[in-house]
Structures are given as C-alpha cells and as structure tokens.
C-alpha cells in the first residue's frame, strides 16, 4: 500500500529497507483503538472487581436504599477507574509508537541543540508524517510550555455528532417546538449540553496522540508532560510542558516555517 499524497521529502523513495503503510490504514486503525481498549479494559476490570465485590457476599442491610445507594456510588467509580485505565493505556500506545517514529524519521539529521527546534521539528515533520498537515498555531511562553492548534486535527474530522431530529415542528416527539423554541434561554442550554457532551466524547481519541507526541519528544531527548483538549469539533489544542532541559537527542535540525504565533 502507499500514501494517498505523495511522499514527504523525509521519506527516501531510495531505500530498499523502506516498508509504508497506507495513512487510511492509520485512520482505520486509530477509529477502532479507542473502543477496543475501552472494552477490554472494562471486561477486565468487572472480572477483577467481581471477585472482591463487597456487596456479593455483604449481609442483609436494614435500608435497601442505602445499599443501593452505595451499589449507584460503586458502579460509578469503576466507571470512572475504567475511562482512566483506557486512557492511560491508549497513552502508553502512543509513547511506544512517538519514539519510534522519532528515531527513523530524525536518525538523518543533525543533532537538536535547541529545545525549540524540537518542538518545530515535531509540528512540521513529525506532524505531517501523522496526520497530514502541519499544526496551524505554536505559542510558548519561553519558559518550557508550548502550545500547539491544530484547527483541523485529523483524528476528529470524520467524528459524527448526534442532532436532534426536526419532523413535522416536533423535536424529540414534544409538539411545536420545531419551528419555534419556547424561549432562547432553553436552547442555548442545550446546545451547550450537547457540545460539552461530544467534547467529552472526543477526548479519549486524544490519548494516544498525546502519547505519541510525548514518546517523540523522549526520543529527542526531551521529558514533558502532554495534555490536550478540545472545545470544538475538530479543533483540538496540546501543550506541552517540558521537565528540565533536553539531554541527548537522536536527531536535531528542523526548520521554524509555516508556523503561527497565534
């Protein structure tokens, strides 16, 4: 298989060594990831979890209610336990897969002297080589946090978004309120709900980037923590919090173009 654009100039078409995937392969594969370790984990948790259940063995209360009560109060902490378990694996995916595209993509260049040179390295090479574009925005205070947007960030352009469906003036069968919303207030109200509904949702697919770019930035010497967010679909925003000041790179160089302050 090959790449749908052509090939970066950091990608030697002359090398017989040379093994490429198919960036849609990349896609399909980052679409499933999430629900996969998702799954995996909660199946794993519940088995584990039902063992030492406190209520499965507990003695008759005198109110069911506060048994219940605290049924409600422990299933929502093992939900809680399970999106973080998830999330950090998905992290640790990315780590493995950051570092070792840091080292094949860099091996040729010189070595990093700056740790902003590393930063524009990962938004314009590394970045390209993931996701197809370089980021549209890198702010940094200059004192180890960077920030970098991406307005269109790859893994969030095909992210459905559920509507409510408009039929005949109805809105989720309540009569008339199709064509007129009793009130704005109400609708802005929903709106919001609904959009801090899918930003929640989207945050998962988040994890494994933040791990690659967090594996990449180790792999050039530089140890930092990764956080991302995003507040509209498919905007998604990183910043990057350095630890220190990098150590020994495998690679360096990478040009400041096509990079925007703000």
């Not at 570092?99 to 090479?125: M, W, Y």
């Not at 004192?143 to 790859?154: I, M, Q, S």
């Not at 408009?166 to 109400?186: L, M």
């Amino acid at each position: 298989m090959s790449f749908d654009t052509p090939l970066p100039p950091y990608l030697s078409t002359t090398d017989p060594q040379a093994r490429y995937l198919s960036q849609t392969a990349f896609d399909l594969l980052l679409i499933e990831l999430v629900p996969t370790i998702s799954s995996i984990t909660t199946l794993h948790n519940s088995s584990t979890s039902h063992q030492h259940d406190p209520f499965s063995s507990a003695p008759p209360a005198h109110s069911s209610a506060l048994v219940h009560q605290q049924q409600q109060l422990s299933s929502q902490q093992r939900q809680l336990a399970n999106a973080a378990s998830s999330q950090q694996q998905l992290e640790c995916l990315g780590y493995r897969v950051g570092q070792g595209l840091a080292e094949r993509f860099s091996a040729t260049k010189p070595r990093f002297t700056e740790t902003l040179d590393v930063i524009k390295f990962l938004c314009k090479d590394l970045w390209t080589l993931c996701w197809r574009k370089q980021v549209d925005g890198l702010k940094t205070n200059h004192r180890g946090v960077y920030v970098l947007t991406d307005n269109a960030f790859r893994p969030l352009l095909r992210m459905s978004v559920d509507v409510r469906r408009v039929d005949g003036g109805n809105v989720n069968g309540v009569p008339g309120t199709g064509a007129v919303v009793a009130g704005e207030g109400i609708e802005d109200e929903e709106e919001e709900r609904e959009d801090r509904s899918v930003t929640a949702r989207a945050r998962p697919f988040l994890c494994f980037p933040c791990g690659i770019i967090r594996g990449a930035l180790c792999g050039l010497g530089i140890e930092a923590t990764v956080n991302a967010e995003t507040m509209e679909l498919p905007c998604a925003t990183f910043q990057i919090k350095t630890i220190g000041s990098p150590t020994t790179g495998i690679g360096g160089g990478g040009g400041g173009g096509g990079l925007g302050k703000g």
